[in-house]
């Protein structure tokens, strides 16, 4: 007789394996910003900050976002393993903020690093980061962590939400011995108070397991897709930092023993 009832254990075993699906904004290969070599980047869809200087205002929203299979992003990037291999490089999940969706990022990173081979990269602000599990982050070979801010007025300034979460993940992070780089974005007037860029420049040296940051000096790439969205762009009248002041940023995480770029 042909048993057509499945059991609890075989349904949910099914359910286990069925390939996740999330939102996606897009995908793309890159070099440089996004983690060592040529990388696979996906960008998921949704963000908790709004990041007054935010390059990708159009990711945003979740449900601006395309629903897509990992399947399907696994397959786009396998079609670049060698070329990525070949250089260094590796797979980033992006966003938005990708801990927003965080079965759906775990599954990536855990795609890309055993099916594929590849390196994996989370990049996050770390707002979220009680929410990546322990196996997301051992199927994370780096962080890249955005500390915007020292200062919490400043942080929620810039970024709308509180800083104290992105320290706790840094800390958490720093207690698995997982690779870190740090980035601080440099916003004339509004992240460059010497006690705040001093403040990122110690917490990250203490922390022991930042191996590299990544001085970011503001830019207005970004402002016409603010434009395109209707939305105003608060920082249209910042300039961005002289090269002698992002060398001196440099220089003070250099000073906590970091490796600064
Ligand atoms: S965390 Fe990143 S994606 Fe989100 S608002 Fe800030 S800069 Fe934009």
Redesign the pocket.
Known sequence: MTRLATSPVTLAAAVAQRPSEGSVHSWDLSTGVDGPGTRFVTFLSG?????L?????D??RMRDGKRTSADDVIAEASKYVRFISASGGGATV????PLLQPVFTGELLHRMKHELGLHTALD??G?LGARATDALLRDTDLVLL?I?SWDPETYRK??GRPLKPTLDFARRLAELGQDVHVRF?LVPGLTDDPADVEGVAAFAGGLGNVSRVDVLPFHKLGEVKWQALGMPFALHDTPSPAPDQVAAVREVFRSHGLHAV
Request: net charge negative.
């Open positions: 963000c908790p900050l709004s990041c200087y935010c390059h990708n205002p990711t945003w992006s966003g938005g903020e996050t602000s707002f955005d915007k810039v970024t974005v």
